[in-house]
């Protein structure tokens, strides 16, 4: 009875606390950087979210320049983060107060001063075919003889 009692009160706490934002105990943490740019990383987004949500969660905050969602090529889901870029790092500081730790299609968000992209090493040089030998078998140097 007491278990059923208490299940009863957490479950009501829980539904009632995912209609308010979270508690900002990370907000702090998270904020502690200035934005040196007007372009934001949100990370913790839905698998169904997509450009237009993202877009319509963040345009109350300014003017939006692009809202692009991350997605995954073979299944075109989104990968779970994406970007936001606003007209000014006024308005794109604001919209990172008002959005960081709050709740976007049932999954809480956090919002990130987005970082230059970081350049690839370039891709390592195409190793050279093997030539078959005389009589047709060309060697593998993992396993052996090949056919």
């Known amino acids: ?3 059923a009692a208490n299940l009863r009160r957490i479950i009501t706490i829980t539904h ?3 209609s308010t934002p979270l508690p900002s105990q990370f907000s702090p943490v998270r904020l502690n950087s200035t934005l040196t740019s007007p372009k934001l990383f949100v990370s913790g987004l839905s698998k169904w979210v997509d450009d237009e949500k993202l877009r319509d969660a963040f345009a109350p905050f300014g003017q939006l320049i692009e809202a692009k969602v991350i997605v995954d090529r073979p299944t075109g889901r989104s990968k779970g983060f994406g970007f936001i870029t606003y007209s000014t790092v006024e308005e794109a500081e604001k919209a990172r107060e008002e959005m960081n730790a709050k709740f976007l299609d049932g999954w809480v968000i956090f919002v990130d001063p987005a970082k230059p992209r970081e350049s690839r090493p370039p891709p390592p040089p195409p190793q ?8 047709g078998f060309r060697t593998n140097k993992t396993i052996g003889w090949c056919g």
């Open 128 to 135: 050279p075919q093997q030539q078959p030998s005389e009589t």
């Open 1 to 3: 009875m007491a278990f």
């Open 16 to 18: 009632s606390a995912s």
